[in-house]
């Protein structure tokens, strides 16, 4: 049985609620600023080989019993690991070495040998940075011109501010929480919006075959025609994508406690923007200046 909940009804509200959250979002952002991970300000990489073969999960273990669970960790061979970690404002970086050489060292009986220990810098360059800038403005344009050429500029428009208002919102809930920043956050972030955008153009679609009946019912109630037309789809392909995502966040360790966060935060509110704001904004938009 297809839902009738008459979401253009509260409009204005949940452009307001939008309105807050991103403003919230940006003053967390400007003033409280993130929690950067060793990708983005850099730190110390030590590498370890073992008596006998070891598991990185070992290693992680007990890099987490002496505070460094979010340190990268790879294998090199059966019996080597990198750790990559950031530094700490109380020890020096003699210290910082010891203090883990004793942590790994606690799980064989034979002593570790510490083959490397260096200062590195962030993965995450300025040149990095700029060129991620450079392609997510070429992917907004690529997205403005494929919804444009697809339905019409109006829906482009609507749905590249859905985009923005997701991504600030999980920005801003990552610099509440003070979660670390890292590169899986911004594999992350792509991820959260390539979602939002399938979403808003599987809504759009309804909305662009529902066309011919806006002389008729009106902009208000062809959309929510079109939302409820699509929401039981919205919100089975929402829970079928959060529920995996929580479980990598509950069992999947530090490593993947950031990147699942960030998931989950999009799908939340991707889903809120796809049936609330990116409608919402074309109602509005189509009331101070009708369409044919």
Known sequence: MRSNIPFMRYR????????????????????????????????????IEFPEAVEVGQVREAMTKVGYGSAVIQ?????????????????????LRDKIIKAVDALHTGSVKLVNF??????????????????????????????????RFRFALVSVLALIHDTLLTLGLFSLLRVELGMTFIAAILTTIGYSL????????????NWHSLPKVGMPQLL????????????????????????FYVWGGPVLAGFSLA???GIIVGGFSSVCVTTSILCLWHELSPEK
Not at 228 to 241: P, Y
């Open 118 to 151: 260096e200062m590195v810098g962030p993965t995450v360059g300025s040149e990095l940075r700029n060129q991620a800038i450079l392609a997510s403005t070429i992917a907004l344009a690529g997205i403005l011109l494929y919804i444009t050429l697809r339905f």
């Open 198 to 209: 399938n979403n808003t153009i599987v809504i759009l679609d309804r909305v662009r075959e």
């Open 75 to 95: 294998s090199y061979s059966d019996k080597g690991v990198m750790i990559r970690l950031q530094g700490s404002s109380e020890l020096t970086p003699a210290e």
């Open 263 to 265: 998931i989950m935060a």
């Open 224 to 247: 929510d025609n079109s939302i409820n037309q699509t929401l039981a789809r919205t919100i089975n392909t929402s829970l079928t994508t959060f529920f995996p995502v929580l479980a």
């Open 12 to 47: 204005k509200v949940w452009l307001t609620i939008a309105a807050f959250f991103v403003l919230g979002s940006l003053g967390l952002v400007a003033f409280r600023g993130f929690n950067l991970g060793i990708d983005f300000t850099g730190g110390n990489l030590l590498q």
